[in-house]
């Protein structure tokens, strides 16, 4: 017994550096794609080809001085961020492993609730600092998740009824010869979009809108919060594109392939940010109630129906 939970956690301590050290990677990669994009360099003059990067620019941030304003609930202030990442780290127990490691069978739900938590970590980080600026950055932010979190709820759920069960490793079995992006186009779009909004990326980063909140939520935050915060959200660009992987395109974790997709997927992030402009907040809201919604609907009767009409003919 003991070995099993020493096993588990040397693994769960594995998972975590090496999604630590791909998420500094998604930073370099990041940016040099921003800056070809923009037509410029991105970084390329810290050691060869710019990639010690991402650890100089983590150096630096750790050194500098923590800021603590005077009027803030201190203890909040301080925790939020550490919270924030350990939910972000948390999450990846939801990656199916068939040894020493949390495959359980209702892993959809844990993804669910635990995205929900944070939420609450990025409304307090808002509100415990005492600004105006981060406060409403975060109310936007906790409106924008709830909204979107409904309709990635809806298309989690007609895809689970779709198969009969919450369990990762059973998308894999089913997608061996069919993928689910076939039948399930739209949804993969819409599901996409919603994962762009979860994250608070381009265009839906109204918790972090420069030109009207100066930096949003973290705006009273320097060195190392703003880092946990920044750690936070390229650890949940890798997590929903590892989903969208596993739920649409085959989900088959043992082959190269897979980690071939989740870099594409991790890149049309990136890509999305380049090319786009921001949403305007109303418009944002009617996208998720009045266009994603309906859609995830829809789908998800219909696949009740398709699941009714099987057992009813066979």
Do not use: H
């Not at 040397?10 to 037509?39: D, H, K, P, W």
């Not at 500098?64 to 350990?86: H, T, V």
């Not at 369990?167 to 689910?180: C, V």
């Amino acid at each position: 017994m003991f070995y099993d939970l020493f096993m588990f956690i040397l693994n769960f301590f594995l998972l975590i550096i090496c999604v630590l050290i791909s998420v500094a990677f998604l930073t370099l990669l990041e940016r040099s794609v921003l800056g070809y994009i923009q037509m410029r360099k991105g970084p390329n003059k810290v050691g060869f080809l710019g990639i010690p990067q991402p650890f100089s620019d983590a150096i630096k941030l750790v050194c500098s001085e923590q800021p603590i304003p005077m009027l803030s609930n201190y203890l909040f202030y301080y925790f939020s961020p550490i919270f924030n990442l350990m939910i972000s780290l948390i999450v990846w127990l939801v990656f199916p492993y068939l040894t020493y490691m949390c495959s359980f069978s209702y892993s959809f739900l844990f993804f669910l609730c635990c995205t929900s938590l944070s939420v609450y970590t990025v409304m307090i980080a808002g509100w415990s600092s005492n600004s105006n600026y981060s406060l409403l950055g975060s109310l936007r932010s906790v409106a924008q998740t709830i909204s979107y979190e409904v309709s990635l709820s809806l298309i989690l759920l007609s895809l689970i009824i779709l198969i009969g069960s919450f369990n990762m490793f059973d998308f894999m079995i089913y997608q061996l010869y069919f993928w689910f992006i076939f039948i399930s186009f739209p949804l993969f779009l819409s599901c996409f979009a919603s994962c762009l909004a979860e994250t608070n990326r381009t265009p839906f980063d109204f918790a972090e809108g420069e030109s009207e909140l100066v930096s949003g939520f973290n705006i009273e935050y320097g060195a190392g919060g703003f880092t946990l915060i920044f750690l936070a959200e390229y650890t949940s660009i890798l997590l929903m594109s590892m989903l969208l992987s596993l739920i649409f395109l085959g989900g088959n974790f043992y082959s190269f392939m897979f980690f071939i997709k989740l870099v594409i997927l991790s890149f049309s992030f990136i890509w999305v940010r380049g090319t786009l402009p921001r949403f305007r907040y109303d418009k944002l809201m009617y996208l998720a109630w009045k266009s994603f919604l309906p859609l995830s609907l829809n789908f998800l009767i219909f696949f009740i129906g398709l699941k009714v009409l099987f057992v009813s003919l066979f």
